[in-house]
């Protein structure tokens, strides 16, 4: 059986990221709600400069493709290693749209 160590990783990794942008959403949906109207009408700034750090993980996505495409170089199972893909390139697009507006 064929080691799928980076594959593994890659999933790992992507899972971590979707977890904690979710997490993330989920705390910017609740502090829109608890905001007045004034500050509702503003609230792209304060998304910005309070919770800016929610783009940092990008970089697990980005990693996470790595380790995919050096699984695909070293040959792992090919199924897995499309879910891994799939994960990858997810979680890179999920952070960069405002999940938050959807849970308000």
Known sequence: MKKIVFTITSIVLSITSLLATAKINLDIAKRY????????????????????????????????????????????????????????????IIIFVRLWRIMI
Not at 60 to 66: D, H, Q, R, Y
Not at 67 to 75: D, L, M, N, Q, S
Request: charged share 15%; net charge positive; no cysteine.
């Open 33 to 92: 709600l608890t905001s007045d109207g004034k500050t509702q009408k503003l609230f792209g700034l304060i998304e910005i400069t309070n919770f800016y750090y929610q783009y940092y993980f990008v970089l697990f996505g980005f990693i996470a493709l790595g380790f995919a495409i050096f699984a695909t170089v070293r040959k792992e199972k090919k199924i897995i290693n499309q879910i891994s893909y799939g994960l990858a390139i997810f979680s890179i």
